[in-house]
């Protein structure tokens, strides 16, 4: 298998789902997905759907799709669906529709109590929840989210009356009817804030970025950073992180992020000297940071918003500025990497021309323009603003092959019906990539329920505040230790959930115990958000690094952790921001303050980033790497003095290098 068709099946395993069946069972799958797309757009265009009802036919979707697209195995035949998955597809969707048949029923007769039916439908879904969660999304999540379920029903009043030391036992324990009665009867369990995001937010993203790819947009991006950059030292991996960061403002996903562009950009940072771990680890860093990118920033970002109860729009603005920070020092990293390797770029002769690719693909730029001015300019609503969008990329695609069919002499007609199919496709591929997203809110759900009738989150900032003492910078490194865990094999956005509803109050309760600044609340859900985006590309479990590695032809464990490596930088990005919330744009009230503030971060995160990697002009001692590490910690505190000393200290390992360099070299 070539490494391009095998990075393929890693985001189709893992984002799209692996199995391809033949005959009715093909069709039967492309109608269910491109249903749930049209269903999502119909719920947007009319809204009046009642939240609990949408949330569970948008999750009945999704576990139908979860057993007929994720073979259970990789000796699961990939080619048909067998009878079990078609029945755990009916169970599972009949589990969640049973919610909407039954909706009146449940909260104006029963208000709310279990019934044994409810019970029994109640542990139904949740058991081939639970399942489909472990085809999807791998083992941690699902394993994660029954340990709260067991620890809920352990206690005196629960099924197992098992003693537990007594900083543990924060509860009196549940029977199994009232742990299901609260999971699947009320809106603080699966049908919770995180499911209802997907259900409305994120869906439609999803659906735009998939348009968007179908009409060619990822490819004209890739192209266009690629003839921009080509020609500059070591061009095809600052293409790379450009076009990474293009690609992740209509995508917001790190594995296809990584594939789309490493396809291309990978080989020939290969070609121009860099080894294939390198090659590789540069594409696993600037995928995975494609989900900072605003304005589609992947699920956990909307689910944010809705926690900081803020809008989405505002959001992204405070996201943008340490986005930009995050790839403008990755985009140094790959310089540096060229200058020790003594790289060169393309020669432009064998460039594409970037006037054409411009002239080629610049109407794909008006679809990302107006969701921009959507959201941050006549404030829309989320839903409402990405709706719009849908259906511009729409009627560009149908516009787009019209005119290439009348230049090819096709006629209009076979153009229209190429644009639809296109369409459909997209269709197709939102309802098959939004599955993961789907179960992983859901799955999240249960153990946010789970911790809102045990006191756990009570529990664990007590646990936490004794081990840290109080400081500050130990719960934040504690918070940082314990998302790289779960990073291992939790999906970003479940990744967040959990950190939001179990760390983050720890944190602020520290950092701000009267509740009532809501600067550190944002910048400590940023934090969390920021460690959790490293889940992609944190081994053993990092599928970035996976696909990369299966374009490179490199070491996977090699290549994952240089990624990660790369990756730090990000780690140290999210504790400047969290010490100098104004990098979030909070705070500052003109554009010279915003300027100061991004530049003596820039200076700050390169000064980091040449520590981390021991090489700025040339390779660095043990001293000159001090001195940068030391630049580093004084340009994230906040103030004059600070960022003096930083920029001292950075300028002077530079001159000293120079200098070095200059005496080094015979003279003319």
Not at 566 to 578: D, I, Q, S, V, W
Request: a positive charge.
């Amino acid at each position: 298998m070539s490494e391009d068709k095998r990075a393929l099946e890693i985001v189709e395993d893992s984002e799209l789902g692996g199995r391809r069946p033949l005959g009715l069972g093909r069709w039967i799958i492309a109608a269910v997905a491109i249903s749930w797309s049209l269903f999502q757009l119909w719920a947007t265009w009319s809204g009046t759907m009642d939240p609990i009802k949408l949330r569970a036919i948008h999750l009945a979707f999704a576990l139908a799709l979860a057993f007929l697209v994720y073979p259970y195995s990789r000796k699961s035949p990939r080619d048909r669906v067998p009878w079990a998955d078609w029945l755990l597809a009916v169970l599972g969707a009949g589990g969640a529709l049973y919610v909407v048949a039954e909706y009146y029923n449940i909260t104006q007769i029963r208000g709310g109590l279990p019934n044994q039916l409810d019970t029994l439908m109640g542990s139904l879904l949740l058991l081939v929840l639970i399942a489909a969660c472990f085809r999807v999304l791998g083992r941690a999540l699902p394993i994660i989210a029954s340990a709260f379920l067991l620890y809920a029903m352990i206690g005196p009043k629960g099924i197992f009356h098992i003693s537990l030391p007594s900083w543990l036992q924060l509860h009196a324990g549940y029977s199994w009817p009232q742990a299901v009665g609260q999971l699947y009867l009320t809106s603080e369990g699966i049908w919770g804030t995180p499911i209802g995001v997907s259900a409305t937010f994120v869906f439609l993203f999803v659906l735009f970025g998939a348009l968007l790819d179908k009409a060619g947009a990822g490819h004209f991006l890739i192209q266009l950073a690629y003839s921009l950059l080509g020609t500059f030292r070591g061009g095809p991996a600052k293409a790379a992180v450009v076009a990474s960061g293009l690609h992740g403002m209509v995508s917001g996903s790190s594995v296809s992020n990584v594939v789309t562009v490493g396809t291309l950009t990978i080989p020939l940072m290969k070609r121009v000297g860099y080894p294939a771990e390198t090659a590789g680890a540069i594409e696993v860093a600037s995928g995975s940071n494609g989900q900072l990118m605003p304005p589609v920033m992947g699920a956990a970002a909307f689910i944010m918003a809705q926690y900081l109860s803020i809008p989405y729009n505002q959001l992204i603005v405070y996201a943008a500025l340490p986005a930009l920070l995050a790839y403008a020092t990755l985009f140094m990293v790959v310089h540096l990497e060229a200058l020790r390797l003594g790289l060169k770029g393309v020669p432009r002769a064998e460039l594409p021309s970037s006037v054409k690719v411009l002239r080629g693909g610049f109407h794909y730029l008006i679809p990302l323009g107006y969701l921009i001015y959507s959201l941050v300019i006549v404030h829309r609503t989320p839903e409402r603003a990405a709706f719009n969008t849908v259906v511009l990329v729409a009627v560009l695609i149908l516009l787009q092959e019209a005119w290439r069919a009348a230049r090819g002499g096709s006629g209009l007609l076979s153009g229209l019906k190429d644009g639809l199919i296109k369409i459909v496709e997209g269709l197709e591929a939102a309802g098959r990539g939004m599955v993961g997203i789907a179960l992983a809110t859901a799955s999240a759900g249960i153990i946010v329920g789970m911790v809102l009738i045990t006191n756990l989150g009570y529990g664990l900032a007590q646990i936490v505040e004794a081990l840290s003492g109080g400081n500050i910078l130990v719960v934040l490194l504690l918070a940082q230790i314990i998302s790289l865990v779960l990073g291992m094999g939790v999906p970003t956005t479940a990744n967040y959930i959990l950190m939001a509803n179990l760390v983050v109050p720890v944190v602020l309760n520290i950092a701000d115990p009267e509740g009532a600044n809501q600067t550190i609340k944002i910048a400590t859900h940023m934090f969390v958000f920021y460690f959790g985006i490293m889940a992609d590309s944190t081994p053993p479990v990092a599928l970035a690094a996976y696909a990369a590695s299966a374009i490179a032809k490199s070491d996977f464990w090699k290549t994952g952790v240089q990624g990660f490596v790369y990756e730090l930088r990000t780690a140290f990005l999210a504790y400047m921001f969290f010490f100098n919330p104004a990098l979030l744009l909070l705070g500052v009230k003109s554009f010279g303050q915003g300027l100061e503030v991004a530049v003596t971060a820039l200076f700050g995160m390169l000064a980091f980033a040449a520590g981390t990697m021991g090489f700025l002009h040339k390779r660095t001692n043990l001293l000159q790497r001090l001195m940068l590490l030391g630049a580093a910690l004084a340009l994230v505190v906040p103030g004059v003095e600070t960022d003096i000393l930083g920029a001292f200290l950075l300028l002077a390992v530079y001159l000293w290098q120079k200098l070095v360099s200059s005496r080094l070299t015979p003279a003319a």
